[in-house]
């Protein structure tokens, strides 16, 4: 049974590593031995460039610092819709109240996406690190709302009701029993949250900037430098990558108890 488990866990690796050297192999034919090698440079030529820029300056800064301003402002961003995201959603799952009031309001602005609120933003706070904070924020806090609202109606009303039958107070219920219950889809929303984060710091940086991951890709384009372009993607694919395992990590050892299938 062991030697079964492990074949298993050793498939996906396997096949994604596989279908990894797929893609670099078409793309390094097709840039080598086709036409495309006049607008499309091949895979080494890209990874060259992206190794030789963590330690040389793109602009004024190198990759890595480019990444780590990216960095700092989707934490700021992320993390302002994180904290406010989290507790409306769980006030308007416990309150019926605060539901009624707020909930109108909210179902009007949760379909606009989080770039859609560039222009305002850009009116509102001009082209500063305020405007991207904002744009970040946006471009999360609805996933976070909705799913800390779905997690918080959907506790069992059997757990709820024994912890009351044994002498539980409120405070305690929400805090023993609605809040753990609501963590798993919490994180769902969180892990969903920080993509479209990660997305929005892009278009910010692409707007007005002098650094970060999306200023290397607004750089590219506007010299004709498709390596630089590509080189910005790959540490942008990079970076969300390693976000997104950090973010699992993390709900895994929270919430233990649940086994969420992925």
């Known amino acids: 049974m062991s030697k079964l488990r492990t ?12 279908a990894i050297l797929s893609v670099l192999f078409a793309w390094y034919s097709a840039s080598t031995y086709t036409n495309a090698a006049l607008f499309f440079p091949n895979p080494i030529e890209v990874l060259v460039y992206f190794v030789h820029s963590l330690s040389h300056k793109i602009g004024k800064y190198n990759l890595t ?53 560039i222009p305002l933003a850009i009116l509102w706070f001009g082209i500063g690190e305020t405007t991207k904070y904002f744009i970040i924020f946006m471009g999360g806090f609805a996933n976070i709302v909705l799913n800390s609202y779905d997690g918080t109606i959907k506790v069992n009303p059997t757990l709820e009701g024994a912890a ?36 929005a710091v892009l278009a910010a940086e692409m707007i007005s900037s002098y650094e970060g991951a999306g200023w290397i890709i607004n750089m590219g384009m506007q010299t004709g430098d498709t390596t630089l372009i590509l080189v910005g993607m790959v540490a942008i694919a990079i970076v969300g990558f390693l976000l997104a395992n950090i973010m699992r990590i993390i709900e895994r050892s929270l919430c233990s108890w649940t086994i969420r299938g992925r």
């Open 7 to 18: 074949h298993f866990s050793i498939l996906p690796l396997t096949v994604g590593m596989f």
């Open 65 to 117: 610092m480019h990444t780590l301003f990216s960095l700092k402002r989707v934490a700021v961003g992320f993390g302002l819709s994180s904290i406010s995201g989290i507790i409306l959603g769980v006030a308007m799952g416990y309150s019926k109240t605060i539901n009624a009031i707020v909930r109108p309001l909210f179902n009007i602005i949760r379909p606009i996406p989080g770039l859609a609120w």
């Open 164 to 199: 009351r039958l044994l002498g539980a107070n409120d405070v305690q219920v929400f805090f023993h029993v609605i809040l753990p219950s609501a963590t798993p889809y919490i994180f769902a929303g969180l892990q969903v949250s920080l993509s479209t984060s990660w997305m």
